[in-house]
């Protein structure tokens, strides 16, 4: 049981060059999220899923596509990438049955210059 | 969505308990209040997480007022490996958009 996992761990950009940051969880859970963390900040949730073709934006969704075609993957699209997303990504998973505690990924270091 | 209100950062002995508070005010009937904490860069972890009563884990113990309006996550006897920034939210059940804060950052001391 490998939990959330997301690749890659750490990627360099240039601005306006587009990438996909994956998530998958083998939990079988419905839920799934984004989220950013600035330096110094909390997390800021991006987009989330509540199941298979479902998903619906955060507080920050702009610059960032999702599509949920399956339970277990959930990835997100940098569309053109700005020095303004330079963040730590986190993605996460909780089962809608449970008690809604999350599971996080280790996360993504993302540099845009 | 509810918000939480925390102190940016607290001091705590090791060994001694460490008595997180938080508040969230404008919480609704439907939603828990959690906690997770963040060590370094890491994912955040889960730690706990209630509704109305007061709940223990392995790891800590969440005690919530009757009001509910404000809660406080007690690590019993901190470490060293404690030493995190502690997140208090509200939200859950089958609507999962929940927001974090900029959390309490907690420096158990030797």
């Known amino acids: 049981n490998a939990g959330v996992t997301q690749t890659p761990k750490f990627q360099v950009l240039k601005t306006g060059q587009s990438m996909t940051l994956q998530c998958a969880q083998d939990m079988n859970h419905e839920y799934m999220s984004w989220y950013r963390q600035d330096p110094g900040m909390g997390l800021r949730l991006i987009h989330y899923?509540?199941?298979?073709?479902?998903?619906d934006q955060g507080e920050v969704p702009n610059g960032y596509n999702v599509s949920r075609s399956t339970t277990e993957d959930f990835p997100l699209r940098l569309l053109s990438a700005a020095p303004s997303q330079t963040s730590v990504y986190f993605c996460?998973?909780?089962?809608?049955?449970?008690?809604?505690?999350?599971?996080f990924g280790p996360g993504t270091r993302l540099t845009v210059t | 969505d509810a918000k939480t209100t925390q102190p940016p950062s607290m001091d705590c002995a090791e060994g001694r308990a460490a008595n997180l508070p938080c508040n969230h005010s404008t919480i609704s009937g439907n939603e828990y209040v959690y906690w997770y904490r963040q060590i370094h860069s890491q994912g955040p972890q889960y730690i706990i997480h209630g509704l109305k009563n007061n709940e223990t884990n392995e790891m800590a113990s969440l005690i919530i007022t009757e009001d509910r309006k404000s809660s406080t996550l007690i690590l019993p006897h901190a470490t060293l490996r404690d030493t995190a920034v502690y997140y208090c939210?509200?939200?859950?059940?089958?609507?999962?958009?929940?927001?974090f804060g900029t959390g309490t950052k907690l420096q158990v001391i030797p």
């Open positions: 899923s509540v199941g298979a073709g479902i998903t």
């Open positions: 996460a998973s909780s089962s809608l049955a449970g008690g809604g505690e999350q599971y």
């Open positions: 939210i509200v939200g859950g059940g089958s609507y999962q958009k929940v927001t």
